[in-house]
């Protein structure tokens, strides 16, 4: 490949990633790619079933938003059935979140669907470009996060 200019650079990958998200997207079948859910809720999702009952304000945090934006979302998800609330004995305005039975189920079958998809997916390319594309996404998430371990 001929070597291309940092400008040339972005033009392409501009072009290519939002295809890319969308051919992705049209592979998925989930409950997320449907519509039924948002990204953001499903990354609160995600963050629930790794960490267990969060805080809001914790849901918040990760989120990077308030905590009144996070209560918004997490309300949509409280209603579809997929979150629960609870309160702090001692402290009212300390407020829990929680999966629910359907939630972790929902996280679950969409992290397998996803997980299948990108097995396809990449099984058509060599273990070599596999490694060096994850070495190189690796490098770019500790560029985007560096940030939050300074703060």
């Given at each position: 490949m ?6 040339e650079?972005a033009?392409k990958?501009?072009q290519?990633?939002?295809a890319?998200?969308?051919?992705f ?6 409950e997320l ?7 953001p809720q ?7 079933e790794r ?8 849901i918040?945090r990760f989120?990077?938003i308030t905590t009144?934006a996070?209560?918004g979302i ?8 997929y979150t629960?609330?609870s309160?702090?004995i001692n ?7 929680k999966?629910t039975?359907s939630g972790?189920i929902l996280v679950?079958?969409v992290n397998?669907e ?13 273990q070599?470009?596999r490694?060096k594309?994850l ?6 998430y ?8 300074r703060?």
């Amino acid at each position: 490949m001929p070597e291309i200019s940092l400008s040339e650079f972005a033009d392409k990958l501009n072009q290519l990633m939002p295809a890319i998200i969308k051919e992705f997207a049209r592979r998925q079948t989930n409950e997320l790619y449907k519509g039924k859910i948002t990204l953001p809720q499903f990354l609160i999702l995600g963050f629930l079933e790794r960490g267990g009952e969060s805080r809001m304000t914790d849901i918040a945090r990760f989120m990077g938003i308030t905590t009144a934006a996070s209560t918004g979302i997490v309300d949509r998800l409280v209603r579809a059935g997929y979150t629960v609330r609870s309160y702090d004995i001692n402290d009212r305005r300390i407020i829990r979140m929680k999966l629910t039975q359907s939630g972790s189920i929902l996280v679950k079958k969409v992290n397998k669907e996803r997980r299948a998809m990108i097995i396809d997916i990449f099984g058509k390319i060599s273990q070599a470009e596999r490694e060096k594309y994850l070495e190189i996404l690796t490098h770019i998430y500790s560029i985007l996060t560096a940030h939050q371990t300074r703060a």
